[in-house]
């Protein structure tokens, strides 16, 4: 079943001569309770793939669809709520409120939604990224790992059916983000939920059932990672 799925989808950025294209006629599915690690060198369009498909950032042509949805044919209203509601997205930037301390950022999607976190399951979020000391600390009081692990929490929190991350783990050292990662990989078998992650680091790729490769905006190569289960 596919969770997530592009079709010839092109992304164009700017016009005459800033003009660049992005992703060029990408067709990829991200099948259910599946992991893939997007990787490929600056500039091939990963974050560009990622953004178009969480719905953050319109595409130039074919389509986009979470589930049976058709992100192009969602009014702005109705993709804030499927965003809401279906995807997790950890950004590279973190996107963390200033005003918040770190529990309320985790939470306030869920907030926003007035829906009430599974207790047990938001403990063990908090828990495995690390942050149980720091929930009352506001971002700039975090230093940027401990702000990576709050935007990861906060895309795991509401158990969404597909997360997308942007480097989800560039700012953590080795052994936090082998946590981090470990953890995705358990969300993925316990809940069959789908995660998509843009990476560099082949070590956290490892953790991955399917490693997509982008160059120039085009897949190059997609192929099943047969040590998956073997990474602990
Ligand atoms: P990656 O994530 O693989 O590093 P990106 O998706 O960020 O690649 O970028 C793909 C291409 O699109 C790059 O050439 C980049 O310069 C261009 N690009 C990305 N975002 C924008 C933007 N907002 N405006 C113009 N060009 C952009
Ligand atoms: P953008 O998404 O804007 O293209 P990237 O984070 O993809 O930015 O790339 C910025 C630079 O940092 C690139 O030169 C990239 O190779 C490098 N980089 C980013 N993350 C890592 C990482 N985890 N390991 C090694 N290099 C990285």
């Known amino acids: ?36 690690a997007i990787m490929g060198p600056s500039g091939s369009g990963k974050s560009t793939l990622m953004h178009c498909m969480a719905g953050l950032d319109s595409i130039s042509s074919g389509s986009a669809q979470i589930g049976d949805t058709e992100l192009t044919s969602l009014k702005d209203k109705k993709l804030t709520q499927l965003r809401r509601d279906r995807i997790g997205f950890i950004f590279q930037a973190f996107n963390l409120l200033p005003t918040l301390n770190g529990l309320e950022n985790i939470t306030l999607p869920m907030d926003i939604a007035g829906r009430k976190p599974d207790q047990q399951w938001l403990d063990r979020v908090i ?25 990861v929490a906060r895309a795991l929190a509401s158990q969404p059916e597909i997360i997308f991350g942007d480097e989800p783990t560039g700012n953590l050292d080795s052994r936090s983000g082998a946590e981090v990662l470990g953890f995705l990989r358990n969300s993925v078998r316990e809940l069959g939920q789908t995660v998509v992650m843009v990476t560099h680091d082949p070590v956290a790729a490892g953790y991955a059932d399917r490693v997509v490769f ?3 905006g085009s897949i190059v190569d997609d192929m099943p990672n047969p040590t998956a289960e073997t990474v602990l």
Do not use: C, M, W
């Open 1 to 36: 079943i596919a969770a997530a799925r592009a079709t010839d989808l092109s992304k164009v950025y700017g016009e005459g001569e800033t003009k660049v294209v992005a992703l060029n006629q990408v067709s990829v599915e991200f099948r259910q309770a599946e992991f893939t």
């Open 127 to 151: 828990e495995t990224v690390g942050l149980s000391g720091r929930l009352k600390h506001r971002p700039n009081q975090l230093s940027g790992g401990q702000q990576q692990r709050v935007a």
């Open 214 to 216: 982008l160059a120039d």
